[in-house]
């Protein structure tokens, strides 16, 4: 597979301008992309060729340097082979759908497995799409311009969703505050209440209590909007609510948030 990103790579690396200047608007920051594979002539060809096409890109040995290099990067998307050692594509996934940060961003198997059992167990893993080797690297390129645009469109509507809420869940709060003297020191004592919280629900149940919404709750606590909504829906679940007012209303009652 290497030749075909190699050559696609080569032929546009003096004509880079093209892609950016002309009186275009001033570009946005590009988007990140970590590269993860163990073959290093088609890992330095398709780092060129994405990088030509406007991508700032980082590139690992295996899953191990892939994980550290996820940490600190926290990549836009991570491209990652499946056979690799020490840390194969499917552990490297495992550890990132585990992480608090980078749960929610969008993986792309790069592999040289791709027989129709192999893709089946790359998207039940929770791969987001899955490229067998040999193949185009301008379709590579349309792979990741579309989990890009599809993780873009689940921001914006999560974002449009918190946007039309805030202002009447801010009120609905400042009400049940009020009905309950103010900071809810009337309400029952904690000790009626027994609910295990993990630290992280706690956070986020305080947040909601104050009226933030998961677009907020996620860039406060620097995780991703899906395990926002992941710890939420537990919330829900252990205080027997089934929706954000309800859960705040049984928290400011009980004396679980300040």
């Not at 003096?14 to 590269?35: C, I, K, M, Q, W």
């Not at 791709?114 to 590579?140: C, N, S």
């Not at 993780?151 to 009905?179: C, H, K, N, P, Y």
Request: charged share 25%; glycine share 8%.
């Amino acid at each position: 597979m290497s030749h075909d990103p190699s050559a696609a790579a080569g032929a546009p690396g003096t004509d880079s301008p093209d892609h950016g200047e002309a009186g275009a608007a001033p570009p946005t920051t590009p988007v990140r992309l970590l590269l993860v594979d163990d073959e290093p002539g088609l890992r330095t060809a398709v780092k060129a060729y994405l990088e030509d096409e406007g991508f700032a890109v980082t590139t690992a040995n295996d899953g191990e340097e892939g994980w550290t290099a996820a940490q600190a990067q926290m990549p836009d998307v991570v491209i990652s082979d499946v056979m690799m050692p020490r840390c194969d594509g499917y552990g490297l996934l495992k550890r990132l759908r585990a992480d608090e940060r980078l749960g929610g961003t969008p993986v792309i198997f790069l592999t040289a497995k791709g027989m129709t059992a192999d893709r089946i167990a790359g998207f039940q893993a929770g791969a987001d799409d899955y490229i067998p080797k040999p193949f185009d690297p301008d379709e590579l390129v349309a792979r990741v311009h579309n989990v890009v645009r599809r993780q873009e469109r689940l921001l914006a509507e999560a974002a449009r969703f918190a946007d039309a809420d805030i202002g009447a869940m801010a009120r609905q709060i400042t009400e049940i505050r009020s009905m309950l003297g103010g900071g809810g020191t009337t309400a029952k004592p904690v000790s009626d209440v027994k609910l295990d919280f993990t630290p992280r629900e706690a956070s986020v149940l305080q947040l909601v209590a104050e009226g933030m919404m998961n677009k907020e709750i996620a860039r406060r606590l620097e995780t991703s909007i899906r395990n926002v909504e992941k710890y939420v829906s537990r919330l829900f679940i252990k205080t027997g609510t089934a929706s954000r007012t309800e859960l705040v209303r049984f928290a400011l009652e009980h004396g679980l948030v300040d």
